[in-house]
């Protein structure tokens, strides 16, 4: 008996390695050689390509693509509708699935709706993607970007609050009114 939930219209191919209490919705695809851990919930309409790697307690949202090369942590969020790539110079005509470029999305970070992940750009981990957004280089660890192209604007906590700084260096969060030490190195400069 299996140990986790697919909706009866999903497709989940031969050679997948699905964890606990999984959750797979309304039309989506897992193409053999796919992992997926424990906690993790795809939405409707997503495709995991073979050979992508999702940590435990992943988010998936609706209409999702995640090309082979993606592998995301622990915790990650992928919002409504955003996408993947895994070819720099795609071609119809030419097959260049011997060139898929790699893309790492570290624990606990967010991505939102709509937003692209050009193939080849680490998302450091628990950073912010903003909506729409599409990264063209790599993400820092707790960096907050937006636009096209993605710019960072800012730095959040683990928690997802965007951090302000006070006189002392101070990492503080203004939605919690807590106050946090600088991140260890992964908030070391104050622009």
Not at 148 to 176: I, M
Request: with cysteine.
């Amino acid at each position: 008996m299996d140990k986790y939930f697919v909706h009866e219209t999903a497709i989940i191919e031969e050679g997948c390695e699905i964890g606990d209490g999984v959750k797979i919705w309304h039309f989506s695809h897992i193409m053999s050689g796919s992992k997926i851990g424990a906690n993790t919930n795809i939405g409707q309409n997503v495709v995991v390509s073979p050979d992508v790697i999702l940590g435990s307690n992943i988010k998936v949202q609706n209409n999702v693509s995640i090309y082979t090369g993606v592998t995301c942590e622990d915790d990650v969020f992928l919002g409504p509708s955003m996408v993947f790539t895994n070819i720099l110079n795609p071609r119809s005509a030419i097959s260049r699935k011997d060139h898929f470029v790699k893309t790492i999305v570290r624990k606990g970070a967010s991505i939102g709706a709509n937003a692209t992940i050009v193939c080849g750009n680490n998302i450091g981990e628990y950073a912010f993607i903003g909506a729409g957004a599409v990264v063209t280089k790599a993400v820092a660890a707790y960096a907050l970007v937006i636009g096209n192209p993605a710019k960072q604007t800012g730095w959040v906590s683990e928690y997802g609050h965007r951090l302000h700084f006070d006189s002392n260096g101070f990492a503080v969060c203004l939605e919690s009114a807590q106050k946090y030490q600088l991140l260890d190195k992964k908030v070391s400069r104050i622009e």
